[in-house]
């Protein structure tokens, strides 16, 4: 089976729209998929499931959230759009957006790469402004020769633009994904650059706010990986998700993954299929 519960579309930092996003999943034969987009559902106004019967849409989200010091990304699978709460602290978290997308700016000014904003609004054009938006106009400004360099130096964790103020605790995110029907999924654990022991102490607090799965398989992760965090999963309990993490077909990583790689891990996808 082809499975990706983590995608971005246009409506975050991805570079398709809901739509091309999903035609692109059919093609490539997804039969369970979810558009994750950070901190909005927006791409479920542009398209419905109904649209794709070959496939189960799951909605969901990523939301950006802070544990102990670490932005941490939560997925929120299989929530009710329209649960009010849902929507309200969505709304929240755009509002939250915008305000560390002021401080970003502002602590780039400081280090001397000026006018950036202009030219990160004008691309975000409406939706909310992320990090590699920042990221692409300093490259374009020449101020870094790519990306990369420009999280690795400034924008990553630990470094001036990595604002984690304005983001609300995990067990805040975790209550409002289950409140709205949803299933909280950890995204990708082995992204925060944490000790082991400090991921075994994140997993036990995320269990006991109500979290019930982690990301096992977040692109094509090396096999240690892989099989270090189905062992976590087994461990304490949790159910494994997969996804692509997919933002545009420039970058290597396309839309699905084979759901064998989990072998016979417990899936957060049973109560959909
Ligand atoms: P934000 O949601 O604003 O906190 O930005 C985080 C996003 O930046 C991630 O979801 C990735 O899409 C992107 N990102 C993180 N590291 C890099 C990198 N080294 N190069 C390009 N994009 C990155
Ligand atoms: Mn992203
Ligand atoms: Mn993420
Ligand atoms: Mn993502």
């Known amino acids: 089976m082809i499975v990706d519960l983590h995608t971005h579309s246009r409506c975050s930092d991805g570079s398709l729209t809901p739509r091309e996003l999903l035609e692109r999943a059919k093609a490539r034969d997804v039969s369970l998929m979810s558009i994750t987009d950070h901190d909005t559902i927006a791409a479920y106004e542009e398209v419905k499931a109904a649209d794709y019967p070959e496939m189960t849409l799951v ?3 990523e939301l950006s959230c802070t544990w102990s010091g670490v932005n941490i990304h939560m997925l929120g699978l299989g929530l009710d759009l329209n649960n009010q709460q849902l929507v309200e602290q969505l709304q929240q978290q755009s509002h ?3 305000e560390r997308a002021d401080i970003i700016a502002r602590r780039l000014e400081k ?3 000026t006018g950036i904003y202009e030219g990160v609004k004008e691309m975000a054009a409406g939706r909310a402004i992320g990090r590699p938006d920042f990221a692409r106009q300093m490259v374009k ?3 870094v020769p790519s990306m990369n360099v420009a999280f690795d130096k400034y924008l990553g964790a630990g470094k001036p633009g990595d604002v984690k103020a304005v983001w609300p605790d995990l067990a805040d995110a975790v209550a409002w994904i289950v409140a709205a029907g949803g299933v909280a999924v950890i995204a990708h654990p082995s992204h925060y650059k944490m000790t082991n022991a400090k991921l075994r102490r994140l997993l036990v607090d995320f269990k006991a706010c109500g979290g019930e799965g982690i990301e096992v398989c977040n692109g094509k992760p090396p096999a240690v990986e892989l099989n270090y ?3 976590l999963c ?3 309990g949790f159910e494994a998700s997969m996804g692509s993490d997919f933002h545009s077909p420039s970058t290597w990583l396309d839309v699905g993954c084979r759901s064998e790689l989990l072998g016979d891990c417990p899936v957060v996808w049973s109560r959909w299929c």
């Open 59 to 61: 909605p969901g989200t």
């Open 96 to 98: 939250a957006r915008a």
């Open 111 to 113: 280090l001397g790469f």
């Open 141 to 143: 400004l020449g101020y």
């Open 229 to 231: 965090l189905k062992s």
């Open 234 to 236: 087994v461990e304490y």
